[in-house]
């Protein structure tokens, strides 16, 4: 509301002449020097109780450029409580926009530290470090924050990578490019996903059937595909989400977090009682079980009832059990609440 007050502030100003008992209204120089700091300070003081009294915390972090070229790293707080009872929603922070003279991952690493440093949030608390699939975003989680956020994972975001399925692709030949509707036929599914990914909030627990999806989408239309290019283009793609999908992939395209996001499938009571996951591969995924015997645990406990339990939404889910198994209650809704792309930070 300052724009609103500073604009009443000036009504007033000009015509204070003809108002009495009004008082000294502060000058516009006066309020940006001495009001807009104490605001500032006010919503800092709010913003480190929220990140002190959450769960846990997911930093987002993308580079784009300004009007004038320069670079600027967005780096978001998204708290692992969830906003309302019924959905899981993102409860986003927009912690700092640092100005970089170069981008590389010692000044991508730096960044992130002193913003976490200047609102005082614990390295324990870091549940996960979404970025882009970048060289330099990569090697400032491996060589700088992986040694210190020992609880966290790497994600990296899944609007961008879906990009790899590129529907161009599917209109190179000039056989296709006769038929007007091949978009029509072929490039709905590519582009639904795509938006979602974009523009929605998508549980980690639902990426992996979302890719299954699209993997057999494209695998099913090349089969029906009259055209050769336009097939291999559908089998390229498939091929592709494939590879990006697959567990400790060294493709240069790949989803770091791929075994995670098939780990958080134990944590969705809709999924987990139609899988076979062994525990090994749960505990090695979320690091937050490491060393944790409790955790591990109520794990084992749970597993063996969850087939008992009726299934329900996630978030209420869990609500149900915060006193039954409190430790992997905490850890659940972690996981469920983690963000799968970093488009907002690049906006």
């Not at 008992?308 to 209650?329: D, H, I, S, V």
């Amino acid at each position: 509301h300052i724009s609103t007050f500073l604009r009443c502030a000036s009504t007033l100003l000009r015509h204070r002449g003809n108002l009495k008992n009004v008082g000294i209204i502060p000058s516009l120089s006066h309020l940006r020097q001495f009001y807009l700091p104490r605001i500032f300070e006010n919503h800092v003081t709010e913003m480190k109780e929220k990140l002190e009294t959450c769960n846990g915390i997911s930093i987002v972090t993308d580079e784009t450029t300004d009007a004038e070229y320069r670079y600027i790293l967005n780096i978001l707080g998204v708290l692992s409580e969830p906003e309302c009872e019924r959905e899981l929603k993102l409860n986003v922070l927009l912690l700092d926009c640092v100005v970089l003279e170069s981008v590389n991952f010692k000044t991508v690493s730096q960044a992130i530290w002193e913003t976490l440093d200047k609102f005082e949030v614990p390295f324990d608390q870091i549940t996960v470090v979404v970025s882009d699939n970048a060289v330099y975003m990569k090697k400032a989680w491996e060589r700088s924050m992986k040694p210190l956020f020992l609880n966290a994972m790497h994600v990296t975001c899944v609007a961008h990578l879906l990009n790899l399925v590129d529907v161009i692709e599917l209109c190179q030949s000039p056989e296709v490019l006769e038929e007007l509707n091949i978009l029509q036929k072929y490039a709905p599914a590519i582009m639904h996903t795509l938006i979602k990914y974009e523009e929605s909030v998508i549980r980690s627990c639902i990426v992996g059937n979302d890719m299954c999806d699209l993997i057999m989408w494209a695998k099913s239309s090349a089969d029906e595909c009259e055209h050769a290019m336009g097939r291999d283009a559908l089998l390229n793609c498939a091929e592709k989400i494939e590879t990006y999908m697959q567990c400790n992939s060294n493709a240069r395209f790949c989803q770091s977090a791929a075994a995670v996001f098939k780990a958080c499938w134990v944590f969705d009571p809709n999924q987990v009682k139609y899988l076979i996951i062994p525990e090994k591969e749960v505990f090695e995924a979320i690091p937050l079980f490491e060393d944790n015997s409790v955790a591990q645990h109520e794990y084992c406990a749970y597993h063996k009832t969850v087939y008992e339990m009726q299934c329900e939404n996630g978030y209420q889910f869990w609500r149900t059990l915060e006193k039954r198994f409190p430790t992997l209650a905490v850890i659940a809704i972690r996981c469920l609440t983690v963000p799968v792309n970093s488009v907002d930070a690049e906006r």
